[in-house]
């Protein structure tokens, strides 16, 4: 079974900050992405691939994580493209030891809370839940930041 190195919420998946800085800062064997829609877009799933040629990629359903984990013995970078993604595969039965957010759009109906974090209230709710049920649930955009308590963003949700 694969040791889960980093579980991360990030929009854009695969990108710079990616292959640049967190998979230096915590170094991993494989990548996998959890996202429904990702598994059936093969034009994507190669850029994505293509992107880190160094380390495997696999692109699972939320509903098959546990079983790209099991398949082999390995570290894992494991990373959702959002908070409901995350927070449905948590609620499911995964057990994560960490979840680090990321990078969360900004769009209609979400404040921007942090560097490259947006959250609507139903996400910080999601993530509050998460937190008070025992996950470490922090907030780090790239590794040479801090990580932020997700408590300490509530008042700006307000």
Do not use: C
């Amino acid at each position: 079974m694969a040791k889960i190195k980093m579980v991360r919420i990030d929009y854009r998946m695969v990108h710079g900050q990616i292959v640049a800085k967190w998979i230096k800062f915590r170094p991993v064997d494989r990548l996998i992405l959890a996202d429904d829609a990702l598994v059936d877009d093969s034009f994507m799933g190669d850029i994505y691939k293509m992107a880190v040629p160094q380390k495997d990629v696999d692109i699972v359903k939320l509903t098959d994580i546990q079983e790209a984990l099991d398949k082999k013995d390995d570290t894992v970078m494991l990373i959702f493209k959002d908070v409901k993604a995350a927070y449905t595969a948590i609620k499911n039965g995964l057990k994560l030891p960490e979840l680090n957010v990321g990078a969360v759009q900004n769009g209609k109906g979400r404040k921007s809370v942090s560097q490259g974090v947006s959250l609507s209230k139903d996400e910080y709710d999601m993530l509050k839940e998460l937190k008070d049920s025992g996950l470490n649930v922090y907030l780090q955009p790239i590794p040479e930041n801090d990580p932020i308590d997700l408590t300490s963003i509530e008042k700006k949700l307000i």
